[in-house]
């Protein structure tokens, strides 16, 4: 399985970015199956998860978790039909200026949603920058 984001750039403080998640590669099984993960890693500063979303067909069907930093800013969201993964954010700060990562994990976001362990294949990352 193969992803790469996309969408990412500038943005002045209290601006709108959406990112995007192209995923490929499925041999036998379709991106319904899998949970998808948002991640972002700042100048100086650990890996973080920000929000992810279980996969479609599974107990959760398509349940979000956010991180408390982006909750009611951030809203994940699939369109399986398109393969793609869409993070939209909105009323960025400077503090979200980070290189943000997608990556997949079997179902389900649960246990832990921001343990990388439990995730597969990574994207190459996407630059935001969120300054005046």
């Known amino acids: 399985v193969q992803l790469v984001e996309s969408g990412g750039g500038l943005v002045q403080p209290g601006g709108s970015l959406r990112l995007s998640c192209v995923v490929s590669g499925f041999t036998t099984d379709r991106l319904d199956n899998y949970a998808i993960g948002w991640f972002r890693q700042a100048p100086g500063k650990e890996r973080e998860g920000v929000s992810c979303i279980s996969a479609t067909d599974s107990s959760a069907a398509g349940s979000t978790f956010y991180a408390d930093s982006v909750k009611g800013r951030f809203t994940i969201s699939r369109d399986n039909a398109k393969n793609t993964i869409y993070l939209q954010m909105n009323s960025l700060k400077p503090e979200d200026t980070a290189v943000y990562y997608c990556?997949?994990?079997?179902?389900?976001?649960?246990?832990?949603?921001?343990?990388?362990?439990?995730?597969?294949?990574w994207g190459p990352g996407i630059q935001v920058t969120v300054s005046s």
């Open positions: 990556t997949n994990r079997w179902r389900l976001c649960q246990p832990n949603p921001w343990d990388e362990t439990f995730f597969g294949s």
